[in-house]
Nanobody, 121 residues
Framework: VRFVESGGGLVQPGGSLRLSCVAS????????MSWYRQAPGKEREFVAV????????SYTDSVEGRFTISRDNAKNTVFLQMDNLASEGTAIYYC???????????????WGQGIQITVSS
């Protein structure tokens, strides 16, 4: 399984960025896709998730209304549109694919390598 994350970089406070994560080596449409982030000196935290079979997205409270997660199953890609970025958005952002096998009761996760976002004037 391999992920290619792109769209990161430096942005001013109040600006926007769009992250992309292209997955290969898995049946993408069967996986719930998430974004996490890890700020300097802090633990990795959940940002947003989009399930495999519907568009019932969920977000951490601090990004609700400013970030939008979406997916394109035809392109094996998950996106994170980030608007009105604040300085606390500075972090390494990771995409994650997750699936739960009902037959074996086993959860499987795959993580991207991470991409840096820096929010600074």
């Amino acid at each position: 399984v391999r992920f290619v994350e792109s769209g990161g970089g430096l942005v001013q406070p109040g600006g926007s960025l769009r992250l992309s994560c292209v997955a290969s080596g898995l049946n993408f449409r069967e996986y719930a896709m998430s974004w996490y982030r890890q700020a300097p000196g802090k633990e990795r935290e959940f940002v947003a998730v989009i399930p495999a079979r519907n568009n019932l997205t969920s977000y951490t409270d601090s990004v609700e209304g400013r970030f939008t997660i979406s997916r394109d199953n035809a392109k094996n890609t998950v996106f994170l549109q980030m608007d009105n970025l604040a300085s606390e958005g500075t972090a390494i952002y990771y995409c994650k694919a997750a699936i739960f096998d009902l037959k074996t009761a086993k959860a499987t996760e795959y993580w991207g390598q991470g991409i840096q976002i820096t929010v600074s004037s």
